[in-house]
T-cell receptor, first 113, second 113 residues
């Protein structure tokens, strides 16, 4: 089955700097890669996703890149703000599954003013 | 904006007792999921449900677990005889199709004593 690795486990950035989180996946058949943000006491909230037919996607300060050959994808947050502080999870979905998501271990992002 | 809701937010139970966790998916969604997150660990897939039957389940989802959509709006997860290791946050999720965005509820924190 699919295995998703995520790094780093914690990331501390100064407000205004960029943050990058990286994930690798094992199953070349995976074709959907969402990123979720989880704030304390809440469920995961989708922030951006990418499908395997696209190499990059951007939404305001957030972007995701996908390298299918290397089987890795990354989340980029520019101009970080204190409200970006949260746990971020990457996930991958297998092409022949019923949409189940395999999650990475999560990255605790702390943005300091 | 439509949301997935879950009740209760917290549940404490004695080992060996049965618990039922409840979810109300987004109304026009057809695919339903349960995930769990043991403290400090990954979010793990438990089961997916479509057309009133289980479409996929993980190794975690053994005979102690069952799911049901009793009335067309609620989606429940039952644990028949809880174990200490069932203590976790349980998340319900739903989507319109396997390719659609998966929306998560806020979770139920289950503590088994």
């Amino acid at each position: 089955g699919e295995n998703v690795e995520q790094h780093p486990s914690t990331l501390s950035v100064q407000e205004g700097d960029s943050a990058v989180i990286k994930c690798t996946y094992s199953d070349s058949a995976s074709n959907y890669f969402p990123w979720y943000k989880q704030e304390l006491g809440k469920g995961p909230q989708l922030i951006i996703d990418i499908r395997s037919n696209v190499g990059e996607k951007k939404d305001q300060r957030i972007a995701v890149t996908l390298n299918k050959t290397a089987k890795h994808f990354s989340l980029h947050i520019t101009e970080t703000q204190p409200e970006d502080s949260a746990v971020y999870f990457c996930a991958a979905s297998e092409a022949d599954s019923w949409g189940k998501l395999q999650f990475g271990a999560g990255t605790q992002v702390v943005v300091t003013p | 904006e439509p949301e997935v809701t879950q009740t209760p937010s917290h549940q404490v139970t004695q080992m060996g007792q049965e618990v039922i966790l409840r979810c109300v998916p987004i109304s026009n969604h057809l695919y339903f999921y349960w995930y769990r997150q043991i403290l400090g660990q990954k979010v793990e897939f438990l089961v997916s449900f479509y057309n009133n039957e289980i479409s996929e389940k993980s190794e975690i989802f053994d005979d102690q677990f069952s799911v049901e959509r009793p009335d067309g709006s609620n989606f429940t997860l039952k644990i028949r005889s809880t174990k200490l290791e069932d203590s976790a946050m349980y998340f319900c999720a739903s989507r319109t199709s396997p390719e659609g965005t998966q929306y998560f509820g806020p979770g139920t924190r289950l503590l088994v004593l």
